[in-house]
């Protein structure tokens, strides 16, 4: 076999960065656990956890580190944020590109409680389109309203800052799902009206796999959903402290969030224009020799979107599809991607698809391999 090409970064990126490595190695031997003990392993853990609120903040550009929550990924922080914002009535709007960690929790809350209604908008096409079905299916009721920045299935960048101001003149609650953008496209958040952006460390940010965050805006009051201990005041039998201890039960997991610090490093250091631009460039070139492939179909084309390309190839199944390259070595993702609604818009929910998703760490000859198979199998 020859090397190993991979081309599923939407899904978790590879490979780490050296510096990434190094750290979570080095933390093996030095962690102790945060804010329980006054002794060197507990302190360093503790600065290593407030560093990476700071990084964080710095690369987002958010000014209160306090509301940086770390979670085990973006599933937990989409859990925390709907679950502690949202109230017992009213309707949640969500647009047809979501992912199931927006889509079961919020369908989950419909079917528990009566008083609570989800609603979804098609946000396929162009962004003109896509605010116009978004602003119809707003009423006076809705009082939540959960948005993908990007689409996880075909990269396409939602028209997010226009949602947020539609949000913000009627007041209502606007939770971010930033698992997809968040490393490959600069977001600023002092620019953006948002109730809470939820992340995942171990995509594009370049962290490990178990680590996600979510970040509340300073006017949000969220209620915990899991309690337990923390450090914090331990004689008082409710969890009712200010953030982060209010949201952060258990032990937070120490060697994720200094991974997560470093692959915030790599990207600044590598600098984030380069690493949007690389990405872009790639995707283009997957992108136009794709379509000049009779037997390939694409999907969701846009011009606003991240380096992620689906398609399919006539006569096999994706899951068939993605085998024969992973035969070659080259790593793709097949299937219905946990976006069902999205699938079903597109028309693949029978076969799903191929995701191929690169990083700017992939190169040219990546790529070229990749092609050059895609077109084999084509024939």
């Known amino acids: 076999m020859s090397r190993l090409i991979y081309l599923d970064n939407a899904a978790t990126s590879w490979p780490k960065p050296k510096n990434v490595i190094n750290a979570v190695n080095e933390s093996f031997l030095r ?42 990924n973006t599933t937990y922080a989409l859990n925390l944020a709907i679950k502690g914002i949202m109230g017992n009535e009213g309707e949640i709007v969500i647009s047809n590109l979501e992912h199931n960690s927006v889509i079961r929790p919020v369908k989950e809350m419909e079917r528990q409680n009566k008083n609570i209604r989800v609603k979804v908008f098609d946000a396929l096409e162009n962004d003109d389109i896509v605010i116009s079905n978004f602003t119809k299916v707003l009423s006076d009721q809705t009082k939540m309203c959960v948005i993908t920045m990007c689409s996880n299935v075909t990269g396409k960048i939602m028209p997010y800052k226009e949602i947020g101001e539609i949000c913000r003149q009627k007041r209502i609650a606007l939770i971010f799902d930033a698992a997809q953008l968040a490393g490959l496209y600069p977001i600023d958040l002092s620019s953006l009206y948002f109730s809470a952006v939820c992340f995942a460390g171990h995509k594009s940010l370049y962290g490990i796999m178990g680590t996600g965050f979510c970040i509340f805006d300073k006017n949000i009051e969220p209620k915990s959903i899991i309690q337990g201990g923390n450090g914090t005041a331990s004689l008082n039998a409710f969890q009712d402290m200010p953030l982060p201890e209010r949201l952060e039960s258990g032990t937070v997991g120490v060697p994720g969030i200094i991974a997560l610090n470093q692959g915030i490093r790599h990207i600044v250091l590598y600098g984030q224009s380069t690493v949007t631009e690389k990405c872009s460039f790639l995707e283009r070139r997957i992108t136009d020799a794709l379509s000049d492939m009779k037997n390939v179909t694409l999907y969701g084309k846009t011009q606003n979107k991240v380096s992620t390309v689906v398609f399919n190839v006539k006569g096999l199944h994706s899951e068939e599809t993605a085998m024969l390259l992973s035969q070659k070595g ?24 191929v995701r191929v998703s690169v990083s700017h760490l992939n190169s040219g000859e990546d790529v070229d391999t990749f092609l050059k198979n895609v077109k084999d199998i084509s024939i």
């Open 31 to 72: 962690c102790g656990n945060p804010g329980r003990s006054g002794h060197e392993f507990s302190l360093y853990s503790m600065n290593a956890v407030y560093s990476c609120r700071e990084a964080i903040c710095s690369f987002f550009n958010f000014s209160h580190p306090e509301n940086v929550i770390f979670t085990y």
């Open 330 to 353: 080259i790593c793709t993702r097949a299937g219905l991607h946990c976006a069902p609604l999205c699938h079903k818009a597109l028309g693949t929910s029978d076969r799903g698809a």
